[in-house]
Structures are given as structure tokens and as C-alpha cells.
Antibody, heavy 121, light 107 residues
Framework: EVQLVQSGAELKKPGESLKISCQGS????????IGWVRQMPGKGLEWMGH????????RYSPSFQGRVTISADKSSSTAFLQWSSLKASDTAMYYC??????????????WGQGTMVIVSS | DIQMTQSPSSLSASVGDRVTITCQAS??????LNWYQQKPGKAPELLIY???NLETGVPSRFSGSGSGTDFTLTISSLQPEDIATYYC?????????FGQGTKVGVK
């Protein structure tokens, strides 16, 4: 079964660092993009950026560039999203999702279950 | 960034009704448009890819059409399990962008 399994919910204080994970299984991890999508409470979906594990290409949305870091460990088929200094406005659900590199099928076809991040003093 | 505008923002229809949601892109995106369904408390799920292709396992009452800047998601006969928020998403240009969502309820 193809799946993405994300790390558990986090409760952090402003200014703290955080790294959440997304482990793929059931497919060749290095041949699909892994994207990260934010959903703030009661709001819509926002694409943050993606990584292609095959060559470590990373693209960020301008809205998130400099605020987060996307990385991956091919040996464990795991992608990461990290913050160096959290803000209350980072409180949200974060999803990872697989995306094909082929433009004719380039949808997010497999999603992780989501990681809830709460930042509060 | 390419702006995606969905309408309506919400709707309520009866079981068996035909439901249509539209999505307009701020520039030509060819057919690089996907549709997702998100039920409360769940991750989004892919319904339609490349504007009109039904994802495996998705009921045939869902269909997508359009190209360029104007796209449509149709539910031919609304079912109670279709209560959800629906999002369009373009992948013609980075950053990929989503519409603001359409919340579908049942009368």
C-alpha cells in the first residue's frame, strides 16, 4: 500500500525550533515530489514548497521562503519540514503530499494524515 | 502568482441534485488543474487530475471539465457522503495555488 505517515502533533512555545517528518512507503520515494501544504484553523490549503528526492531539487513558495526549510533523507524515505523560530501564526495543520513529476498526472495523489502544530506561550 | 477563484463559496443542495462548482484562473493554465475533496477533520483526497481525468476509485458521479482559465467540477447526483469542502489547484506555474474552497452541504 502506498502511504505517507507523518509525525505526531506538536505543542511548542514561540521562538522554539521544530522539525516534523513524513515517511513514504509502498513506492519509489526518489521518483516523486513531496510537497508540504499548510491549513490554518478554519482556512484553506496553501502550498509551501516541494522537494524532489531524486536530485534534492527544492522549490519554495515566496510566502514561505526563508521561514521554513524542506529536506529529505532518501535512505529512510522521509521528508522533513522545519522551523528555526516558531511564531504563534505558525499554528496550523501541515500535510505532506506526493506529486508525480509527469505534467499529465501531476496531482497530489497521496496525502499524509497531517501534523497539527500549535504554537502558544 | 496565479490566483484561483472558486464560486460559490458555499452551497446547499438536496440529495440527487446536480451540483456545479466553478474555478477561474487569473491566467491561462492549459489543463494543469486538479480537484480535491476534504471532509471535516480529514486530509484532502484527489478527485480529478489534469482537468478532466477521474482518479481511480472516485465515483463516476464526479466529473471535471474546462481548459485555459475556466474549469468546472460537477457532481451529477449529490449524495450525503459528498458533504465536504472542494478545492481546485493549478500546477502550471510555481507556486502551485489553490482556490479558496467551496463548502457543499445537503439540505
Amino acid at each position: 500500500e502506498v502511504q505517507l505517515v507523518q509525525s505526531g502533533a506538536e505543542l511548542k512555545k514561540p521562538g522554539e525550533s521544530l522539525k516534523i517528518s513524513c515517511q513514504g512507503s509502498g513506492y519509489t520515494f526518489s521518483t516523486y515530489y513531496i510537497g508540504w501544504v499548510r491549513q490554518m484553523p478554519g482556512k484553506g490549503l496553501e502550498w509551501m514548497g516541494h522537494l524532489y528526492p531524486g536530485d534534492s531539487e527544492i522549490r519554495y513558495s515566496p510566502s514561505f521562503q526563508g521561514r521554513v526549510t524542506i529536506s529529505a533523507d532518501k535512505s529512510s524515505s522521509t521528508a522533513f519540514l522545519q522551523w528555526s523560530s516558531l511564531k504563534a501564526s505558525d499554528t496550523a495543520m501541515y500535510y505532506c503530499a506526493r506529486q508525480s513529476v509527469e505534467m499529465a498526472t501531476g496531482a497530489f495523489d497521496i496525502w499524509g494524515q497531517g501534523t497539527m502544530v500549535i504554537v502558544s506561550s | 502568482d496565479i490566483q484561483m477563484t472558486q464560486s460559490p463559496s458555499s452551497l446547499s443542495a438536496s440529495v440527487g441534485d446536480r451540483v456545479t462548482i466553478t474555478c477561474q484562473a487569473s491566467q491561462d493554465i492549459s489543463n494543469y488543474l486538479n480537484w480535491y475533496q476534504q471532509k471535516p477533520g480529514k486530509a484532502p483526497e484527489l478527485l480529478i487530475y489534469y482537468a478532466s481525468n477521474l482518479e481511480t476509485g472516485v465515483p463516476s458521479r464526479f466529473s471535471g471539465s474546462g481548459s485555459g482559465t475556466d474549469f468546472t467540477l460537477t457532481i451529477s447526483s449529490l449524495q450525503p457522503e459528498d458533504i465536504a469542502t472542494y478545492y481546485c489547484q493549478q500546477y502550471d506555474n510555481v507556486p502551485w495555488t489553490f482556490g479558496q474552497g467551496t463548502k457543499v452541504g445537503v439540505k
